[in-house]
C-alpha cells in the first residue's frame, strides 16, 4: 500500500473539487466552507492525489498574493494515508511551482505540519494560539460598533504582512455573513466557517483595543467563534482567556525564502492560518 501511495500522481485541482476537498478538512475537523475551498480552487494553485477509485485523499494549496509572497494552506491527507509522504510531495509541488514564479512562500503550520515542513527547509517565524469560544459568558459593557473601512483594513493589513492582499481581503469580506466592523481604536474582519464564526485579521493601537472590539463582536452574534492570536501579544491573550476563551492549538509561522519587506506591526490575530 505504502509503495503505491508513493506512486500515485500528483494532479492539479479545480473547482469541481470543491466537494471532495472540503470532505477532507471537514475529517480533520477544520473551520473551512466550500466558499473558502472554492477561493483556493479558482484564485490559487492546488495539487492533489486521488486513489485508484478516484476519491480525493490529499491536498495543498499554494496562493499567491503578489509578484513575489504566497501563501502555502490546506495541507491534508486522509487518516488512513498518512506517513507514506503524501504531503511532503504535495508541500514539494507546492514548493517547485513557487520556486518557478519567483516566489517566497509562507505558511502556519499545525505542529503535526511543523514536522514536515521544517525538514524541507521552512524556518519559524511568529507563533500563534486559536482560541474557541461557544458564547459569550455575560454581556459585558462593549464599545459600539461601526461598520469598518476596507481601504484602512487593506492599509493596515500591508503594514503587518509586508505586502498587498487587496485581492484577497475584500472578497473575504464581500461574502454572505461577514462583517468588517471597527471601533475608535481596532478594526476586525468576521466570517462564516463551517463550525463557528472566525474574527481576524484584528487591528488595534493597544491590547484593552483588541479586547474590547472582540468583546462586542461577540456579544453582537451569540454564536461560536474562533480567533488565531498573535501570542507576541501576551495581555490580549490573557484577556480572552479570563472572558471564557479556551486554547485549542498552536500554530508556528514559517517562510521558505527571504522576506521582501519588513513588517511595521503585529497584528492582535490573524486573517486564518489558511490564509495568513
Ligand atoms: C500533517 C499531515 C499533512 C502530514 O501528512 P503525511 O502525508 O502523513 O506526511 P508525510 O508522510 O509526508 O510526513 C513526512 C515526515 O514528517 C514527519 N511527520 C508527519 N506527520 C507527523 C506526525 N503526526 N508526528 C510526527 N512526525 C510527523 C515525519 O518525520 C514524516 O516522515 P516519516 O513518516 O518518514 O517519519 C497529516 O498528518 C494531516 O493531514 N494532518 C491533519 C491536518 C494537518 O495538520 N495539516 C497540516 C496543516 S499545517
Redesign the pocket.
Do not use: Q, S
Given at each position: 500500500m505504502g509503495a503505491t501511495d508513493a506512486q500515485l500522481p500528483i494532479i492539479r485541482l479545480d473547482g469541481r473539487d470543491a466537494l471532495g476537498a472540503f470532505a477532507l478538512s471537514t475529517e480533520?475537523r477544520w473551520n473551512q466552507n466550500e466558499a473558502d475551498w472554492q477561493f483556493f480552487l479558482t484564485r490559487g494553485v492546488v495539487f492533489g492525489v486521488r486513489d485508484h477509485d478516484g476519491r480525493l485523499i490529499?491536498t495543498a494549496a499554494l496562493l499567491p498574493y503578489t509578484e513575489s509572497e504566497a501563501w502555502i494552506s490546506m495541507?491534508?491527507?486522509t487518516e488512513n494515508r498518512?506517513?507514506?509522504?503524501?504531503?511532503?510531495r504535495l508541500v514539494d509541488a507546492c514548493l517547485e511551482a513557487a520556486r518557478r514564479r519567483g516566489l517566497t512562500t509562507w505558511?502556519?503550520?499545525?505542529p503535526?505540519?511543523a514536522?514536515?515542513y521544517g525538514?524541507l527547509g521552512f524556518a519559524p517565524t511568529i507563533e500563534l494560539r486559536r482560541l474557541r469560544l461557544e458564547r459569550a459568558a455575560s454581556p459585558a459593557p462593549c464599545p459600539a460598533l461601526v461598520e469598518g473601512n476596507l481601504g484602512e483594513l487593506i492599509t493596515r493589513d500591508i503594514s503587518a504582512m509586508g505586502f498587498d492582499r487587496r485581492d484577497f481581503l475584500p472578497e473575504v469580506a464581500g461574502r454572505p455573513g461577514s462583517r468588517l466592523l471597527s471601533t475608535r481604536d481596532a478594526m476586525a474582519l468576521v466570517r462564516d466557517g463551517r463550525t463557528a464564526r472566525h474574527i481576524g485579521p484584528v487591528f488595534a493601537d493597544n491590547p484593552d483595543s483588541a479586547l474590547a472590539l472582540v468583546t462586542a463582536i461577540v456579544a453582537s452574534e451569540g454564536e461560536a467563534h474562533l480567533i488565531d492570536a498573535v501570542a507576541i501579544h501576551a495581555g490580549f491573550l490573557d484577556g480572552l482567556m479570563r472572558a471564557g476563551w479556551t486554547i485549542e492549538r498552536p500554530f508556528q509561522r514559517m517562510r521558505f525564502g527571504n522576506a521582501s519587506q519588513a513588517t511595521l506591526e503585529h497584528p492582535f490575530a490573524v486573517a486564518g492560518?489558511e490564509f495568513g
Open positions: 480533520a490529499a495541507v491534508l491527507v498518512r506517513r507514506r509522504g503524501v504531503a511532503t505558511l502556519d503550520a499545525t503535526a505540519g514536522m514536515v525538514p492560518p
